[in-house]
C-alpha cells in the first residue's frame, strides 16, 4: 500500500519545458511518409497501438553538446514503449525498446531516477534509427497510434527530423488525453496518475510509473474506460516545435584562457559565437573591430533571434597568457551602423593589427564591458 502511495506521488512525467504556439508543417509536411500526423487526406484506423516515450535532456542547458545542437534536439528519446490493442480493445502485445542516445549520453539525474535508465541499462541498446525501424515493424500495417497528452508527438516528429528518419514510415498520433478531459468535463487536463484515480485504476506494484511501456500500458486501461473510446481518432495531435524555454537575451561566457591574443581571436568563442537565446551558432557579420587593444565589437546573426552585438574582452594575465570572455546582447540599429562604419573604415586602411602588441600596455577600465563603448 505504501509503495502504491509512492507511485502516485511521483511528479507528473517530464514535460517539455517550452512548446512554442501552434503547430508547424514541418519539413516533412507534405510528404508520405515521414508525417505523424493528420493532414487531412489520411483515413484513422480503428485498430489502436498505445504509445509512450520516455527522453533525455540536456546536462545543463549551458551543455557544450546543447549549445553545439541548440534546439534542433531538446529531448533525444531513451525508450519507445506500447500496447496493441485488440477489436475489443484488450491488450494484445507489447513492446519495450530502449534506445541508446547518441547526443546527450549522460542521462540526466532526474530523467535516471524517473525513469530508471541509466548508461548502463542503456549500454547495447540499438540507436535512434533502428529502434524506430523495430517499433515500425512490429507496428505492421493498418493502424492509428494513441498517445497521452501533446508532448509525444512533438518529441518524437524532433527525433524523427533530427536524426532524418522521415523515411520510416508511422501511422499519425491522436490523444487520449483531450478525450479524457472533455468525457469528464475537466477543466485541466489531467496527468496519467490523476486520470487513473478518477476512473480507479490501481497501479501494478511491479509496474513503476516513467517506464515507456509501464505508462502505455496504464494508458491503455485508462482508453478502455472511455464511453465511446473512437472519439480519440478526433482528436490528431500535429506536433509542435521545441524550444527551450527562452534563456536572457544577452550573456556573458567565462573568462578562458589562451596562449596568446592572437589564439583568442581566432578561437571558437570570438569566432563561433552563440546565440543566448537558442544555442546557434551565429553568422558574423563581417570582422571584429578593435576598440582598443583589450576590446573588439562584431555583429552576430541568428536565424531566430536576429543581430546580436557581440563584444570580446581580452587581458593578459599575470604568467603572460590572454584571457577571453564573450558579452553578447541584441545589437540595436546604432550598433550595427557603428560597426559596420569601423568595418568599411577598417578595410579602407587596409593595415594589419598585431592583436599581442598593445595588449600588455592596457589602461584598465573598472568596467569588465562598458554598456556604452561609443
Ligand atoms: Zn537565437
Given at each position: 500500500m505504501k509503495k502504491k502511495r509512492a507511485l502516485f506521488s511521483c511528479k507528473n512525467r517530464l514535460r517539455p519545458v517550452y512548446l512554442s504556439g501552434g503547430g508547424r508543417p514541418g519539413p516533412?509536411?507534405?510528404?508520405?511518409?515521414?508525417?505523424?500526423?493528420?493532414?487531412?487526406s489520411n483515413e484513422l484506423s480503428m485498430h489502436y497501438i498505445v504509445l509512450d516515450l520516455e527522453w533525455n535532456q540536456p546536462?545543463?542547458?549551458?551543455s557544450p553538446v546543447y549549445r553545439k545542437i541548440?534546439?534542433?534536439?531538446?529531448f533525444e528519446m531513451i525508450q519507445i514503449g506500447a500496447v496493441k490493442l485488440g477489436e475489443?480493445?484488450?491488450?494484445t502485445d507489447s513492446i519495450s525498446l530502449p534506445i541508446a542516445p547518441?547526443?546527450?549520453?549522460?542521462?540526466?539525474p532526474r530523467i535516471r531516477r524517473m525513469t530508471g535508465l541509466g548508461a548502463e541499462e542503456l549500454a547495447g541498446a540499438p540507436a535512434f534509427r533502428e529502434a524506430l525501424e523495430q517499433f515500425a515493424a512490429w507496428c505492421g500495417e493498418d493502424y492509428t497510434l494513441l498517445t497521452w497528452g501533446c508532448d509525444d508527438v512533438s518529441v518524437l516528429q524532433q527525433n524523427i527530423d533530427f536524426f532524418e528518419c522521415g523515411d520510416i514510415p508511422l501511422a499519425p498520433l491522436c490523444d487520449i488525453q483531450k478525450l479524457f478531459a472533455e468525457v469528464h468535463e475537466l477543466k485541466d487536463r489531467p496527468s496519467l496518475q490523476k486520470a487513473m484515480e478518477q476512473v480507479n485504476i490501481q497501479p501494478d506494484e511491479q509496474m513503476a510509473f516513467h517506464n515507456a511501456r509501464n505508462d502505455a500500458w496504464y494508458t491503455a486501461l485508462v482508453f478502455q474506460?472511455?464511453?465511446?473510446?473512437?472519439?480519440?481518432?478526433?482528436?490528431a495531435l500535429t506536433p509542435k516545435n521545441l524550444i527551450h524555454?527562452?534563456?536572457?537575451s544577452r550573456e556573458r561566457t567565462p573568462a578562458e584562457r589562451f596562449a596568446s591574443a592572437r589564439a583568442a581571436l581566432e578561437s571558437d568563442t570570438a569566432l563561433k559565437p552563440t546565440c543566448p537565446r537558442c544555442g546557434r551558432i551565429l553568422a558574423l557579420d563581417g570582422e571584429y573591430i578593435m576598440q582598443s587593444p583589450d576590446k573588439y565589437i562584431s555583429i552576430g546573426k541568428c536565424r531566430n533571434h536576429g543581430r546580436l552585438l557581440l563584444r570580446l574582452r581580452l587581458e593578459k594575465t599575470e604568467d603572460g597568457e590572454v584571457t577571453l570572455q564573450r558579452a553578447a546582447a541584441p545589437a540595436t540599429h546604432a550598433n550595427i551602423a557603428y560597426v559596420h562604419t569601423k568595418q568599411y573604415a577598417a578595410r579602407q586602411r587596409g593595415a594589419v593589427l598585431d592583436?599581442?602588441?598593445?595588449l600588455d600596455h592596457v589602461t584598465r577600465s573598472n568596467m569588465p564591458f562598458e554598456e556604452r563603448a561609443f
Open positions: 516533412l509536411a507534405g510528404r508520405k511518409r515521414g508525417r505523424i500526423y493528420i493532414d487531412g546536462i545543463s542547458w549551458q541548440g534546439d534542433k534536439l531538446i475489443d480493445l484488450s491488450i547518441t547526443h546527450y549520453v549522460q542521462i540526466h474506460t472511455l464511453p465511446e473510446p473512437e472519439k480519440a481518432l478526433q482528436h524555454k527562452p534563456r536572457k592583436p599581442d602588441a598593445g
